[in-house]
């Protein structure tokens, strides 16, 4: 039997572009409102092109924004402080979220989530995102001093829920981070599809929206029932 199901969180749970792009929106038409010379739309698509999908720190990101628009120092520390406070008010959850979750409520499933970021950060999301009682664990990689695709952090998650890799699914959406660390573990895997990674061919299922979720469950229980016959 399929005893868990474990989570990814940027780009699984939280869409993390379209936040971000409402987050960036805003920043803009409050902080930099009065340079013409730096059109919103010019802004946006700098930000998304410098962090690269949440892969460079937001430290970096700010410092080739200022070096961008010519901003002075205090405008630039503005902006980066204001990234900290308010880019949790600006979050919005994947397709499907809700009816995922009640779901997984009204199931015997044991839940997990595993985060490669910053804890008080992560913590936030997870907060704006309405789950800080849903998951029976969470792991961020800033606090476990691992990140994902590293085995260790997929196999203290299994052994917090007391279930083998085999009993359990992972969901995320980057290709080699989740799917195939997870399947590495031998967890059994669903992909979420997006328009920034290729699709991965090794992971077992992928699902376009979450409430997809609770058939792909029933279809990898099949097949674990028929695996261990
Ligand atoms: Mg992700």
Redesign the pocket.
Known sequence: MIKAVIF?????LLDRKRSLVRFVQMQHDTHLNGHADIPGEDYIKHFLHYDDNGYVSKEKVYARLKDRYQLDNRTAEALYADYQTSFHDHCVPLEGLHTLMSYLESSTLRTGLITNGLTTFQNRTIEALGLQEFFDCVFISEEEGIKKPAEQIFQRCLDRLGVKATEAIYV???PDN?IRGAAHVGLKTIWVENDVYENPDWADEQIRSLAEIPDRIQVLNRRFIHENQ
């Open positions: 990814d969180l940027d780009g699984t995320g959406d980057h989740d």
